[in-house]
């Protein structure tokens, strides 16, 4: 049997930590208590931290770039979880846009009303 991936095994642990929001003290906790709001500040903040390491020169900055877009997958699975929605969900939808140019596929989206 394969072993799970690390997203699979976050996810899990994300969804626990869902179910245990007014028992348990834990950073996710506290991040779906405050909802949208809170979670999408963290992913703001993260997502310009990975702008800012993505200038940085050197093995230094390679490092810090690693780090921060790890947190930024870390928060943007706090919201698929926030929203009942599954790292797989984001692999299928990958999944999906493979081999088809980026170009293509963002003028075949429907404009939001």
Same mark, same amino acid.
């Given at each position: 049997?394969?072993?799970?991936? $690390?997203? =699979?095994?976050?996810? *899990?642990? #994300? !969804? @626990? ?18 909802? $949208?709001? =809170?979670?999408?500040? *963290?992913? #703001? !903040? @993260? ?18 770039? $690693? ?47």
């Amino acid at each position: 049997m394969a072993e799970a991936s $690390v997203m =699979a095994s976050l996810m *899990k642990v #994300i !969804e @626990e930590r869902k179910a245990q929001t007014s028992t348990k003290p834990s950073y996710v906790a506290k991040l779906m208590n405050g909802g $949208v709001a =809170a979670i999408g500040a *963290k992913i #703001i !903040e @993260e997502a310009a931290e990975v702008v800012e390491a993505g200038d940085e020169p050197g093995d230094a900055g390679r490092e810090h770039l $690693v780090k921060e877009v790890a947190d930024l997958v870390f928060h943007a699975a706090v919201m698929l979880g926030y929203r009942d929605l599954d790292w797989s969900d984001v692999e299928a939808e990958l999944h999906r846009r493979f081999g088809v140019s980026g170009l293509e596929e963002k003028a075949s989206r429907k404009p939001k009303a």
